[in-house]
């Protein structure tokens, strides 16, 4: 195998990145989200496949649902998810797939989850497979545990918690913590049908924690603008969606202080539901 100097700079950048927040680079849970600085964890849409489990719980049609994140213009720093939700007589079950990276260095993730209500809680659980390759060192993988849930206080006031690799789960024996432990909680007030302000809080292990705000407003009865800004480092982001029927279509981009921007679009179909 010939290695060229792109391959030494993409390699060393994923490394880098992944080594920072592996989940973040699989992570990419809807337009929707990045465009609120990712606080999201008290939402619940069919994105909360990947934001927090406990949301898909109430979720009431089943819906299909595809991303593309493009990391500040080089394209194998890309992440692509697909992903389905499917409401039964004993809960919602959703399927998530999602690949990172290059034939150099990729992560690869697959997930079933499950939740279910419980009066104003919703309760979910996902177990995942994660896979990383190297080209040249062949893959390895490990199975990865997390859980969450939402619930309504008051009708305008909801909190939301959850927790990723919950078993801590590794990738090499070895290695103190390759896979990080991630926990998230938040509030979101929504004074009326129009406007969602929410606050959040990321605490991974062995790093510090770091505060997400974000803002939606709904500027007609399809259209959304929305904003967001994370601490540790800064970062702002924006956003636009837009509600047609059974279609819904999100766009943001977010701006790192030193790597620059990134862009994100994400589409949600629902099979079965209101015209």
């Known amino acids: ?40 964890v008290t ?12 949301g898909i719980a109430r979720i009431e049609n089943a819906a299909i649902l ?28 959703g399927l998530s797939i999602t690949h990172f990276g290059s034939s150099i260095f990729s ?12 009066g104003n809680t ?17 893959s390895k993988g490990t199975f990865i545990l997390e859980v969450g849930g939402i619930t309504e206080i008051i009708p305008q006031l909801w909190v939301g918690a959850h927790i990723y690799n919950i078993t801590q789960s590794k990738i090499l024996s070895g290695a103190d913590s390759d896979i990080p432990t991630i926990f998230k909680a938040g ?17 991974e292990l062995d790093f510090d924690s770091h505060a997400k705000i974000g803002l939606e407003y709904r500027l007609k009865e399809k259209f ?14 924006f956003g636009l969606g837009c509600q047609a029927g059974r279609l819904a279509v999100d766009y943001a981009f977010a701006s790192h202080p030193v790597l620059g921007i990134s862009h994100h679009m994400s589409v949600v179909y629902t099979l079965r539901g209101k015209e």
Do not use: C
Not at 43 to 54: E, K, P
């Open 224 to 237: 959304f603008a929305r904003a967001g800004i994370q601490t540790n480092p800064f970062k702002n982001s």
């Open 66 to 93: 595809v991303s593309y994140k493009n990391r500040f213009g080089i394209k194998e720093l890309s992440t692509i998810s697909a992903g389905g939700i499917v409401p039964l007589d004993f809960g919602v079950v």
């Open 122 to 138: 919703s309760l979910g659980i996902k177990i995942n497979y994660l896979n990383y390759t190297i080209e040249g060192y062949g």
């Open 1 to 40: 195998m010939k290695i060229s100097y792109k391959h030494i700079i993409v390699l060393l950048f994923t490394l880098l990145l992944s080594s920072a927040s592996a989940q973040n680079l699989l992570n990419t849970g809807g337009a929707k989200s990045e465009g609120m600085g990712n606080a999201s």
């Open 43 to 54: 939402i619940n849409d069919a994105w909360s496949l990947y934001n927090n489990v406990g």
């Open 187 to 203: 509030v979101s007030y929504r004074p009326i049908d129009a406007l969602m302000l929410n606050v959040e809080v990321q605490k």
């Open 107 to 118: 992560q690869n993730n697959i997930g079933l989850a499950y939740g279910n209500e419980f």
